[in-house]
């Protein structure tokens, strides 16, 4: 249904994006009748009761009406100006004598924005913030109901969102604006740090939730969301979201009927893309063609990755290139390895059976979780910390990594196992749901990568990824090398690997950095301990730490592109990957099996031991 502006901006106004002046409200031909200045003052004052302005010298400007049957142009600005005195102010826009003077010579049509050349900045007192359209397309899918409108509603009660906001959802379902209302005011929860006035703040921001029902495949529907959408805007300038959680076999059609009929007139279009990026090299390329084919530029394109926004990755940079200790030894001359794990204790989430049995873990969550991370990690400093100084560094890794091969990879897919308890069976992967009898599909990968080039040359990354493990937990471990001819080594035996300095960064369950450190336990003989400075986020920072889905769709917001993949990224990623992919698949290896709740398949710990490295979380 139709909706008023006002129904969703109360309180604030929906602004012009460059300032305006008194000249902009009247312009009229010689003989202008009084019934059409009569309308014409109405629809100005719409107008600005749309915009959220303030009328203060209402009555002076009726008296005009009321006094004059025709005049010019010229005359309206006199007898507007005559009856608003030295000190007036129309809407919150205050004239002062230039602009006053500005007014009489104006020449601009009813109700259009102005701004006289002869006005002085400081003489205007416009509000500029544009109106701010976020449409999540797919919006009954789990995705949206439990992530996405979730984190909208922290932006919003956070203040992070401006009050001249909609938010529309886009699906194939039949159902009214209340029922999405409905469907996603169970998950909205307000912060525990700041929760007043919750229920005020979830009523408003359910106001500003509308629905609209359409397909995938025509651009029909579109249009009647542009039109919805225009209403709530009205004549200022307006951004627009989109936020594409929509089959990947729909990405490109929809993506031509936004940009054919819902792309904003009056201000900044950006699409927010969810995996899969493709699955391999060509069918990338192809989705990131058809993207720029449909009208869309690699700065309106933000391809998310929900791990990229986590607190501890996006506290990466930080903490390498603010930190003297730490910059001086991020290189093959003190790190002896880095490992990247990504451990969960469930098994495929209910409903994504059939994508995962298509994707695999390398697809899932290496080709975008990982890779991003250790670009992020092992990046060179950038020349800023604008997005694209720090995507351009990210590049430069991604092309200098090499390859793996079938060599350097373990597969597994976990099998069915006996609950702890020992009451229940706990299903295996083949008796999942919608996966194919007999598939190969891994759920465990372990890989170790090298970057060549000065940085890093020699140094294993090691990658371990799976579901159906003994604990969730991701995490990046570095471990340095040992201390060159250290005294102490008859304290510590032979295994000098136990008293090497290691780096944590838990990403999950817990946010966390962890430095291990040897230490003389206290007493009169010498007995050394290795004991860790822990820096424990929920013990030294009050509050709760947001989603990585608010941190990342806010960045969408300002513009901020330094965590979301560019288009040379993603095409490098698929380069590093395709080759295995295509060995694994012709080769049709099976993987190893493993206990669902146990610590991954044997060949894991071979594979470390073939590159000196010992898995750190076992």
């Given at each position: 249904m139709a909706c008023a502006l006002g129904s969703i901006a109360t309180g604030s106004p929906a602004c012009f994006g460059h300032s305006v002046n008194s000249a902009s409200v009247f312009r009229h031909r010689q003989g202008t009748s009084r019934s059409q200045l009569q309308r014409s003052w109405l629809t100005v004052k719409n107008r600005q009761q749309k915009l959220g302005l303030k009328v203060q010298s209402e009555k002076p400007l009726q008296h005009t009406l009321d006094s004059f049957s025709s005049f010019d142009g010229e005359g309206v600005g006199r007898a507007i100006t005559g009856n608003l005195g030295s000190s007036s102010v129309v809407g919150n826009i205050k004239l002062t004598d230039s602009v006053r003077g500005d007014v009489r010579a104006s020449a601009t049509t009813i109700g259009e924005p102005s701004l006289s050349p002869h006005a002085n900045i400081d003489d205007l007192t416009p509000s500029t913030t544009p109106f701010l359209t976020i449409t999540v397309l797919g919006a009954t899918g789990d995705l949206a109901t439990s992530k996405i409108f979730p984190a909208l509603f922290a932006l919003y009660y956070s203040g992070h969102l401006p009050e001249n906001v909609a938010i529309f959802g886009y699906s194939r379902s039949p159902l009214s604006d209340e029922d999405l209302r409905n469907l996603i005011s169970e998950r909205l929860t307000c912060r525990v740090d700041h929760a007043e006035e919750c229920g005020n703040k979830t009523d408003a921001f359910l106001k500003r939730v509308f629905y609209q029902r359409g397909v995938y495949n025509?651009?029909?529907?579109?249009?009647?969301?542009?039109?919805?959408?225009?209403?709530?805007?009205?004549?200022?300038?307006?951004?627009?979201?989109?936020?594409?959680?929509?089959?990947?076999?729909?990405?490109?059609?929809?993506?031509?009927?936004?940009?054919?009929?819902?792309?904003?007139?009056?201000?900044?279009?950006?699409?927010?893309?969810?995996?899969?990026?493709?699955?391999?090299?060509?069918?990338?390329?192809?989705?990131?063609?058809?993207?720029?084919?449909?009208?869309?530029?690699?700065?309106?394109?933000?391809?998310?990755?929900?791990?990229?926004?986590?607190?501890?990755?996006?506290?990466?940079?930080?903490l390498r290139f603010s930190n003297l200790v730490f910059e001086p030894l991020w290189s093959r001359t003190y790190i002896k390895n880095v490992q990247f794990?990504?451990?969960?204790?469930?098994?495929?989430?209910?409903?994504?059976?059939?994508?995962?049995?298509?994707?695999?873990?390398?697809?899932?969550?290496?080709?975008?979780?990982?890779?991003?991370?250790?670009?992020?990690?092992?990046?060179?400093?950038?020349?800023?910390?604008?997005?694209?100084?720090?995507?351009?560094?990210?590049?430069?890794?991604?092309?200098?990594?090499?390859?793996?091969?079938?060599?350097?990879?373990?597969?597994?897919?976990?099998?069915?196992?006996?609950?702890?308890?020992?009451?229940?069976?706990?299903?295996?992967?083949?008796?999942?749901?919608?996966?194919?009898?007999?598939?190969?599909?891994?759920?465990?990968?372990?890989?170790?990568?090298?970057?060549?080039?000065?940085?890093?040359?020699?140094?294993?990354?090691?990658?371990?990824?799976?579901?159906?493990?003994?604990?969730?937990?991701?995490?990046?471990?570095?471990?340095?090398?040992?201390?060159?001819?250290n005294l102490y080594r008859e304290r510590f035996g032979y295994n000098l690997d136990a008293a090497a300095n290691e780096l944590v960064l838990r990403v999950q369950p817990d946010e966390a950095i962890n430095l291990k450190v040897n230490n003389k336990v206290p007493g009169l003989g010498l007995q050394l301990d290795s004991s860790e400075l822990n820096l424990l986020y929920r013990d030294k920072y009050d509050g709760e730490v947001p989603d990585s889905y608010e941190r990342l769709i806010l960045d969408v917001i300002d513009g901020d592109t330094h965590l979301f993949l560019r288009g040379d990224e993603l095409a490098a990623t698929w380069e590093i990957l395709t080759p295995l992919l295509e060995e694994i698949e012709n080769l049709k290896v099976a993987p190893e099996l493993y206990t669902f709740g146990g610590r991954g398949p044997i060949g894991a710990y071979y594979l470390g031991a073939q590159h000196g490295v010992k898995w750190a979380d076992d």
């Open positions: 025509t651009c029909d529907h579109m249009e009647t969301l542009d039109s919805r959408m225009l209403e709530l805007e009205g004549n200022g300038p307006a951004n627009r979201v989109f936020y594409l959680s929509v089959p990947k076999e729909c990405l490109l059609e929809v993506t031509n009927c936004l940009s054919a009929s819902a792309k904003s007139k009056t201000g900044w279009t950006r699409l927010i893309v969810e995996k899969p990026f493709g699955d391999d090299a060509d069918s990338s390329d192809k989705i990131t063609r058809g993207l720029y084919q449909a009208g869309f530029s690699e700065d309106q394109i933000y391809r998310i990755d929900h791990l990229l926004g986590k607190e501890l990755i996006e506290n990466l940079t930080v794990i990504y451990s969960e204790d469930w098994g495929v989430c209910p409903g994504k059976e059939r994508y995962f049995d298509e994707q695999g873990v390398i697809r899932d969550l290496v080709q975008s979780h990982m890779l991003q991370t250790i670009a992020l990690f092992a990046m060179e400093p950038p020349v800023t910390l604008e997005g694209e100084d720090i995507r351009n560094e990210k590049v430069k890794v991604l092309r200098s990594m090499r390859a793996p091969t079938y060599a350097d990879v373990v597969l597994g897919q976990y099998k069915a196992s006996i609950s702890k308890d020992g009451k229940s069976k706990i299903p295996g992967y083949l008796d999942e749901p919608d996966v194919r009898t007999n598939s190969l599909t891994p759920t465990f990968v372990a890989t170790v990568l090298y970057i060549d080039n000065s940085r890093w040359d020699g140094v294993p990354f090691l990658v371990k990824a799976g579901k159906g493990l003994i604990k969730h937990s991701v995490e990046i471990r570095i471990q340095f090398r040992q201390v060159p001819g």
